[in-house]
């Protein structure tokens, strides 16, 4: 009997450890993946696609203006659209029914209307924010609004050019975002009330369209984005500016924001922007305390749409002062280009899975599979995306063998599942 217990003991065990692995790594619970690097760690997909892309399996319509992908959180899709004035959070199952639909407050009008936060999606909450500063939290399962807090008017936040753009970063009982505001240029919120926790003190940088990441360094954690005036390093805890890296020779020529996310790769941190800004790597001390700066260059000076790092090497695409760019891959620690295409494949989004880059072209709508190798930018396969209206500026999302690609009004569901 005894053996027999802990034989049916360990049967459970190793079926909890199964499901929880599947739950984590089929999950894509907010803006680009699990940690926030661009970086789905499936496998058994599709080395190529047959002619005219993978299976369409299903699309969603009727999500309004926007540019969030899809969140994909136990069997639920979750994203964002404007409709009229209003901005609205939409929850469908994994077969595009719809499950609920709730209005979170005014979005910005004014250039390029549409909802631009992707949702985050945590312990049965969901936290989006508005284009005018407003960060809601939303109950998953229901769609009921829980709390709402204008950062703007609590925090004194100002407004960017073109409206906030930012996906509310979650650390342990915390909610980060950045209103910009002269006295608190981030803060952390209770996830679960909205109360403030703490606000960042001593500058005044405004949010600069950029999503933050959280990254590890030693025993040190490091809420990590780019602002206004430069690269900072924050202290999840506290609230406490660590570090920062001051914008100088790298900065744009023409506007003020910095809207890629920073990527983190063996003790190093990538910056980037557009408006021929280039890109400047910054390495942190062993304790994650202090940075110096490694190297900048000019040939990757990705305009909004990310940039992945595989195997120490950089993958994104360039702006260089036109609206074609093209694509580049680097060396991670010393900047050295590694290749750099003619632009004849315009610049877009990018997301890495198994082996292969996932790059739209933005201009054309058309979505590539490339190899992730340093060797060159060499296309397997690609198709044009053929439901939506309006510009191709969504990043591609990976989930359960499914990819999820959004553009206007309609999100399209594709199977990419090896057979």
Known sequence: ????????????????????????????????????????????????????????????????????????????????????????????????????KSPYGAEYMRNYQGARSQPTVDQGRLYVISGLGVIYCFETETGKKLWEVDTFEKFGGRQTRWGIHEAALIVDNKVICTPGGETASMVALDKKTGAAIWKTKGISDLSAFCSPILIKRGNRRIIVTQLEFAATGVDPETGAVLWRDVYAEYKPKTNPTFPVSPVYYDGGIFTTCGFDAGGAMIQLSPDGARITRSWIGNTLDTYFQQVVVVDGYIYGASYHNTHTGGWVCLEFKTGKVMYETDGKINKGGIIYADGRLYCTDDRR???????????????????????????????????????????????????????
């Not at 003991?9 to 450890?17: G, P, Q, Y």
């Not at 995306?385 to 206007?408: C, E, F, K, N, Q």
């Open 1 to 100: 009997m005894f053996k027999m217990r802990n034989f049916v003991s360990m049967i459970f065990l190793a079926l909890a450890l199964m499901f929880n692995s599947v739950s984590y790594g089929d999950d894509w619970p907010q803006f680009r993946g699990i940690n926030r690097d661009g970086k789905s760690a499936e496998t058994g997909l599709l080395k190529k696609w047959p002619p005219g892309g993978p299976k369409l399996l299903y699309t969603v319509k009727g999500l309004g203006k926007g540019w969030s992908s899809a969140s994909i959180v136990k069997g639920r899709m979750y994203t964002t659209g404007l409709i009229d004035k209003t901005g609205y959070v939409f929850a469908h199952d994994l077969e595009g029914k719809p499950l609920w």
């Open 365 to 419: 709508g058309v979505l590539y599979l490339v190899p992730a190798t340093p060797e060159g930018f060499k296309p397997l396969s690609s198709f044009k995306i053929p439901h939506g209206s309006g510009t191709y500026w969504s990043i591609p999302v990976i989930a359960d063998a499914r990819m999820y690609l959004r553009r206007g009004d309609t999100i399209m569901v594709y199977d990419i599942k090896e057979n």
